[in-house]
């Protein structure tokens, strides 16, 4: 068991010495039960009952024997992140505001499209890299998340979505840099995509990187199959240095070899993602650049006109430019598409996610986009 595993920080009270159970893969949880002197299968039980039938109060669980019940209310806690606040865009995309156990805040975006719900999560509070296009880097990291507020993340979302609506797809595209928080990201992901849980596909599941090359390397060695997404915006080390400090780390060279070596399961593409500015890294040379580096990386490039804030000293490409950019992409055999931004009206849009009302920073008037409170208990039992 890793840091999940508890009862044993010095100190702790007994309400504090509970397990939180989210955050246990299932064969942990097998173990925890085993402990509590139960059959490892039930340990299965209840992670069915915790992911498949997102219970939240073990004494409803009717396949449970009643001793091993009271054992759980006693000694178990399911710490699902609590909803604080939420806004609604014009588009329909909703940002939540979620706060954890000790009083940390993150938030998570719900994005519906026609044929799918997608779940965007964060892997940090805060985050450390200060790419300097993105809030959430304003905000310093404050701490890493544990892999149950990575999971709870996508429980409190599908408990708030539409009724009949399944989260169908996640992205760890929020707050923070998973793979400088690979060990609870890792597990997390195991979790997501057991079978006998949340029974996510790898395929429908997408982590986001700046670009850390161990992340990758480990990433690939993990054998999760999960869908990788870089975040790249420029294509020369020195622009890139500028704009992304860890370039300085992992330049575009090492960046791209590990890509290449990252063991894509067939009809696969890695997802390169590139922030367009207004004449910082959107010239014609740019883009042919851009389709030189990616030569033989199964790929695809995802557009992304810069999402502005005042707090941002560069504007987003005009719209003519990021067409000329994605043309050329074309033209040198790389697929492109523009994307289309959701949620700029409520700042939950890519690079947006930032705590400002928090924090006291100013924040852009939204008459159109609806906001309410909401108060919901942090765990249970
Ligand atoms: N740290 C990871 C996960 C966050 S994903 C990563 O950076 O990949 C957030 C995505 O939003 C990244 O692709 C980032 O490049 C993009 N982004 C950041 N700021 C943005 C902005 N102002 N406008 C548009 N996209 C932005």
């Known amino acids: ?51 498949q039938k997102r219970g939240s109060d073990p004494g409803a669980w ?57 779940a965007c999560i964060s892997s940090q509070a805060g985050c450390a890299l200060e790419c300097g296009f993105c809030l959430t880097g304003l905000m310093g990291l404050k701490r890493n998340l544990g892999p149950g507020e990575i999971v709870g993340q996508v429980l409190t979302l599908q408990g708030a979505a539409a009724p009949g609506a399944r989260v169908s797809h996640i992205v760890l595209m929020g707050m923070g840099e998973p793979l400088a928080n690979f060990g609870n990201v890792e597990r997390a992901l195991r979790i997501l995509t057991d079978p006998d849980g949340p029974g996510f596909s790898p395929r429908r599941v997408t982590l986001s990187t700046v670009g850390l090359v161990p992340g990758i390397r480990r990433l ?40 290449r070596e ?12 590139y922030v367009l500015m207004d004449r910082v890294n959107d010239s014609a040379e740019d883009a042919r650049r851009l389709t030189v580096l990616l030569r033989g990386i199964r790929c695809k490039v995802n557009l992304l006109p810069l999402n502005e804030s005042p707090l941002l000293p560069f504007r987003p490409s005009p719209r003519q430019r990021v067409e000329a950019f994605q043309k050329t992409m074309h033209e040198g055999g790389v697929t492109a598409t523009i994307r289309e931004s959701r949620g700029h009206d409520i700042s939950a849009a890519c690079g947006m996610l930032h705590n400002a009302s928090e924090q006291g920073l100013p924040l852009e008037a939204n008459p159109a986009s609806g906001e309410k409170a909401l108060d919901t208990p942090q765990a249970s039992p």
């Not at 000694?75 to 604080?84: D, F, K, Y």
């Not at 999760?224 to 060279?253: H, K």
């Open 262 to 273: 990252y063991p894509l399961p067939p009809r696969r593409r890695i997802t390169f993602e």
């Open 220 to 259: 690939a060695a993990s054998g999760l199959q999960v869908n990788l997404a870089i975040s790249l915006s420029g294509t020369t080390d020195e622009q890139r240095g500028r704009l992304m400090p860890v370039n300085r780390r992992y330049p575009l060279e090492a960046l791209l070899a590990a890509c």
């Open 1 to 51: 068991m890793g840091q999940a595993a508890l009862g044993t920080r010095q100190g702790a009270s007994r309400a504090a010495a509970r397990q939180d159970l989210l955050g246990l893969t299932r064969q942990e949880l097998e173990a925890w039960a085993e402990a509590q002197g139960e059959a490892a299968y039930r340990g299965r039980q209840v992670f069915k009952w915790l992911y």
């Open 62 to 118: 009717s396949n449970i024997p009643r001793a091993f019940r009271g054992v759980l209310a006693e000694r178990a806690a399911i710490g699902r992140p609590a909803l604080v606040r939420e806004e609604v865009s014009r588009d329909g995309t909703r940002k939540f505001l979620l706060g954890l156990g000790d009083g940390e805040r993150i938030e998570s975006v719900l994005i519906p499209d026609e044929d799918r719900l997608t």
